[in-house]
């Protein structure tokens, strides 16, 4: 008689919901929806790996995004020199995202949000200006700018949104159980 497969550990699992984290953004970039749906979309998938994989993968999904927005066409050419920013952005919202989620702090509907929008904006500016771009295109920076913040923003709020309703994780609950470390 054969014995039973061994039981995924924590870390393969981990590995598995990043891998369909990633699968699902990408997905979401190539339907070709207006640019504030997807990224509210794709940003709430970061928040929903926080609470199910816990940081790590979420930040490692948020840096490879960019990429398979490029791929997919989402991200236009104009703006693929923003792509290693965009990067940078989603990395600091997940890091900061998590950081204000446990213990549960209202920061994290600001301050991950603000600073993926800055490192956006701020990068921006400086390849603008160090590129010699029309001041147009660096105008067009502060719309991005402010569409990265609500886009990120509205993740939060899907996000939760959604790991509330597949988990028992209540983000300003502090006794509701921790699924990334189930």
């Not at 054969?2 to 981990?14: F, L, Q, T, V």
């Not at 995004?65 to 693929?80: F, K």
């Not at 990265?148 to 309703?165: N, S």
Request: charged fraction near 10%.
């Amino acid at each position: 008689m054969d014995a039973p497969p061994p039981s995924a550990g924590p870390a393969a699992r981990r590995v598995a919901l990043a891998g369909l984290g990633l699968a699902l953004a990408i997905a979401l970039q190539a339907l070709g929806l207006p640019n504030p749906v997807t990224g509210v979309a794709v940003n709430a998938v970061f928040v929903v790996l926080v609470g199910l994989a816990g940081k790590a993968p979420a930040v490692t999904v948020g840096l490879l995004t960019p990429l398979g927005a490029a791929l997919t066409g989402h991200l236009p050419v104009l703006l693929l020199p923003l792509a290693p920013l965009i990067a940078l952005g989603n990395a600091a919202f997940v890091h900061l995202y998590a950081r204000g989620s446990r213990p549960p702090s209202a920061w994290r509907w600001v301050t991950g949000p603000g600073m993926k929008s800055a490192i956006i904006g701020g990068g921006g500016v400086i390849l603008t200006r160090v590129a010699d771009l029309p001041p147009a295109l660096q105008a067009a920076l502060l719309v991005i700018v402010a569409i990265q913040f609500g886009t990120a923003l509205g993740g939060v709020a899907l996000g939760e949104f959604l790991l509330a309703r597949v988990t028992d994780h209540r983000p300003d609950d502090p006794t509701a159980g921790d699924v990334a470390r189930r």
